[in-house]
């Protein structure tokens, strides 16, 4: 009777329960938290459901950075249905500021060894304290994240108020992490067992036979990861600034304008004023417009080449790489050819407008000046005919000219040549 009654107890409860045992995924989040990574960290967790990994860890190891990316990336754990490990890592590292809000906000928090976190009172771009009203929102946001997984709310509070900082061991101490660990091979042999919940269903991990994976940071995050920096977004803005500048005092210069409008888009990225993927859309439509411009009002390549590296640096941008793993995203190969292609494209039409231009003008209006002829009648101040590049015009003369005699185009005016008698040689002899 008693087994009969464990196992329907046994039954009703193991729904509730997901053993996690198996892959799991490592993600190295260091240096600012930026939309870089942001955009990395939310594609390893959105990869880790669809291949049924474990769990994902964030080994981290970051000054803080900015609160939008912050955000981003404790709502994509906060939503994720694989439980998310954040681990300060390795010796020496913090996680500080935005990093403390990250890690509060995941499913299992650890340090390793000579680690330290906190200092998360929240500042402007210029570095001074932020509005008191911010620093109220920020308060209540971690206390929050540290009251969901059952944390230290009191020292969530004072990492901002106070810009409080403590290493691993007092963390452990005062129940702001669960674990301290030497290395990943520690931490993984202490959090067999853990139990956690996310995405509304209670996990067990487990790490026997675990295998870990990484995931490293494509190439397109590793770039815009520079431009977050805030000397360089700083650098990349004040040069857009200064080429439009010059562009519009020395209109036609071109090169300057193109240089200036790609760093400013570039220099937005950084600020986090423009979204990655608007960001490389914004630059792919500014390639087609100077390639436009290009075939409109040649200009020996100037904006054919600005708008080719516009368009390079706007594809590898627009999508996520395959190198984090992502099957929706097209390869390196790919992006490749089709700028091959549509830089090729256009640049057929520059040149077949050129050259129609280039015909245009042998052809027009002041093509016959300075050409020789034959007049085909008598030529006098009041007309006459003659024959130029194969095609008879209307011509007059101040000196009469014969018919037959060998004519020089003096000038155009309208449809009319204006023409004088080149003498023959035994004339000019006599």
Request: hydrophobic fraction near 50%.
């Amino acid at each position: 009777m008693r087994r009969a009654a464990c196992a329907v107890l046994f039954v009703l409860i193991f729904p509730f329960f997901i053993f996690a045992a198996g892959e799991y995924y490592t993600v190295k989040v260091n240096g600012i938290i930026d939309a870089a990574n942001a955009d990395y960290v939310i594609n390893a967790i959105k990869l880790a459901k669809e291949n049924n990994a474990s769990a994902v860890i964030l080994e981290m190891d970051t000054p803080g950075g900015m609160m939008k990316s912050m955000r981003t990336i404790i709502d994509a754990i906060l939503a994720s249905e694989v439980p998310v490990i954040s681990y300060v890592t390795p010796k020496g590292a913090h996680s500080a500021s935005a990093g403390t809000f990250i890690l509060l906000a995941s499913h299992v928090a650890a340090m390793a060894d000579g680690t330290n976190i906190g200092t998360a009172s929240p500042i402007d771009l210029q570095g001074n304290k932020a509005a008191e009203k911010i620093t109220n929102d920020s308060v209540t946001y971690i206390k929050n994240l540290a009251r969901v997984n059952g944390r230290n709310e009191k020292w969530a509070e004072e990492a901002i108020t106070k810009n409080s900082s403590i290493s691993e061991k007092e963390a452990l101490a005062l129940k702001v992490v669960e674990y301290t660990a030497s290395d990943l091979g520690a931490l993984m042999e202490k959090i067999d067992g853990k139990k956690v919940k996310a995405g509304g269903k209670e996990i067990i991990i487990s790490t026997k036979d675990y295998v870990l994976k990484e995931i490293k940071m494509p190439f397109r995050n590793r770039f815009l990861h520079q431009l977050a920096d805030p000397n360089i977004a700083y650098i990349l803005f004040l040069i857009g600034i200064y080429g439009i500048i010059y562009e519009l005092a020395h209109f036609g210069a071109l090169i300057p304008g193109i240089v200036g409008a790609i760093a400013i888009v570039l220099g937005f990225i950084g600020f986090e004023s423009v979204p990655i993927n608007s960001a490389g859309i914004i630059l792919i439509v500014l390639a087609v417009v100077l390639f436009i411009a290009e075939a409109m009002t040649p200009t020996f390549g100037a904006l054919f080449g600005g708008g080719l590296l516009s368009m390079i640096i706007g594809s590898l941008i627009l999508f996520p790489g395959r190198d984090a793993g992502v099957s929706w995203a097209p390869s390196y190969f790919v992006i490749g050819v089709m700028v091959f292609v549509t830089a090729a494209f256009f640049a057929l039409i520059i040149y077949l407008i050129v050259k129609a231009q280039k015909r245009k003008a042998i052809m027009g209006k002041k093509s016959t000046i300075g050409l020789h002829g034959v007049a085909q009648t008598e030529i006098t101040q009041a007309g006459g005919v003659v024959n130029v590049g194969g095609e008879d015009w209307q011509a007059y003369s101040d000196e009469p000219v014969s018919a037959r005699d060998v004519i020089l185009v003096l000038e155009e005016e309208g449809l009319k040549l204006k023409v004088k008698k080149i003498p023959r040689k035994k004339e000019e002899i006599q």
